[in-house]
């Protein structure tokens, strides 16, 4: 059943012991949107925990910061920014899958999965619908509500520069501002470091770059001998992905990344002509009209190959839409 | 005479045929907050001319689209972002540098020359207080206006990641956002393309990076013969000077770009703590603390070793503060 705002206020106003999960590979999206509605229902006398498929890195600590698990036994499951149960990774999956009561998401692709969804797929990020959701609630916005709901404001939309990027977003940047979300360091550490590591990583990815169909489409490929001769690591790979579509001209930027089980995630962006998410779910995979992925179980040479020929038609659609 | 906003708007309605000057080596503060005032001042029936003592490249243009340039002798002299006569290059500093009636300004550095002086230095840019100037004037914000001024907005706080964004920053953002800015494709082009010949320097500058004080501070050298190498050219390098400060650890980061006559131009970012023109003021330069520049006439070496100099009491200092 499909849910409004408002409903979706009232169903966690009247249930206590939450449990709220984000998804596997965490962004600052599901995991801003997790710990702030989280302090949103804590601030309501509730009971919550948060969990996730994957462990947190340390960038995401701070929005944790001063916030207390509940140790009781969940009875109101939320899923924040999950647009299917896979994502919830295998054990959560089997555990929670088929028990999510509630599941607030921004993503088109929603497979519809839980008891209620309340979902608005032309937010950017599911911390809009979090932040209107809270005051909606009547939940007081403190700097560290304002913190964690920047971080996924900014986060989902490349920090104002994506196609889903709205009048509302810049609205709600803004109030965020004003009720004193630390901006400056979570760009900063989300927009403006690199590790030394990425640094090597970054420059080896770009040394490789190759180009497609006249230009229009560019690849990057990080393969796991890559880690090793920099340093770095896959949880650093996510901000290779919008760097491909930055050289002029392209209007497909893909990622190619190996996994540990030597499959490849290809991860697209497109400037929003391209629907990447359509891409995408050629290969089994989804997302946004802007930037999308899938997993594609074969060697690099293949894997190249798929994607390619699942772009291919696309960018000659646009082609011949332009003449 | 310093004048506040409300003078401001009184002087600009009370005078006619306009002459704007931006500064050299134009950025999208200073032509949007041209173009955004001349529009402003169209729309109030008065004539205008914009100049600029170096050419405006292909990626302001936008700004100029569908705006007529006065040809009447120009009675009123305004300078625009323009913290010194000096910055308005030999020619225009000569005709006009002695006869500027008002300086609209956010440099701290602003050395007080014009007849009247209305400066805001805890302003983020030009366009912030260009924005405000315009409400007082009772001029109706079109779209075109809302995206010059969010051509000035975004760039001069890196797309709102730099010290100086405030609250009011992304409050102006939102109303301009509100007003029609093309904001997605303003951010495309000054945040999210790279020319290819760029993307080939960026590897190049980036594979020479160095660091000094304990990784505290990072540099990195275009020199001439990188143009050749890369097909790049001057014009192209601004883009570089934050790469540096990028990298985790490093307070202080340099851009360093052999001008023509083979003195180098050197480019300081920092993270706010370290005041980058107080570094930069050493060397004769100039700016922001977060982002200042300065000229040195030496060879590579020299002017390496002399800006190394500027910066090792102000990073010592600041690790001294630390204990």
């Known amino acids: 059943m499909m849910v409004n705002l408002n409903e979706t206020a009232a169903l966690l106003l009247n249930n206590d012991n939450f449990l ?71 054990q959560y999956k089997k555990e929670y899958g088929g028990r999510v009561d509630l599941c607030i998401d921004h993503h088109s692709t929603n497979v519809i999965y839980a008891a209620k969804t309340c979902l ?23 700097p560290e509500i304002a913190g964690c709901l920047y971080t996924g404001v900014s986060t989902d939309t490349g920090c104002f520069r994506f196609s889903n990027t709205t009048v509302r977003t810049f609205q709600i940047a803004a109030k965020l501002a004003e009720y004193g979300a630390d901006y400056y360091n979570i760009n900063q550490s989300f927009f403006e470091t690199k590790t030394k590591t990425y640094a090597a990583l970054e420059r080896l990815a770009l040394e490789g770059m190759r180009f497609y169909f006249d230009g229009r489409c560019a690849v990057i490929c990080v393969t796991r001998s890559m880690y090793d001769e920099t340093g770095s690591n896959e949880a650093e790979t996510t901000k290779l992905a919008n760097l491909p579509r930055q050289v002029e001209g392209v209007k497909v930027g893909v990622l190619m990344r190996e996994l540990e089980d030597g499959s490849f995630k290809c991860s697209l962006r497109t400037h929003g002509e391209i629907d990447a998410s359509l891409i995408a779910a050629k290969l089994g995979g989804g997302g946004h009209v802007g930037a999308a992925a899938c997993t594609i179980e074969a060697d690099k040479d293949k894997s190249t190959e798929l994607i390619l020929k699942a772009i291919e038609p696309e960018i000659c659609d646009e082609d011949s839409a332009l003449k």
């Open 120 to 142: 608005e797929p032309n937010s950017a990020s599911a911390a809009e619908i979090i932040y209107l959701l809270l005051e909606e609630m009547g939940v007081e916005i403190t």
């Open 20 to 90: 709220l999960l984000c998804h596997i590979s965490p962004d600052g999206d599901t995991v801003g949107s997790a710990t702030a509605l989280a302090r949103g229902l804590v601030s309501k006398g509730k009971k919550v925990k948060i969990l996730c498929g994957d462990k947190f890195t340390s960038e995401y600590s701070f929005m944790f910061d001063g916030l207390e698990m509940s140790e009781e036994e969940p009875r109101f499951i939320v899923a924040v920014d999950v647009a299917d149960p896979k994502l919830l990774g295998a």
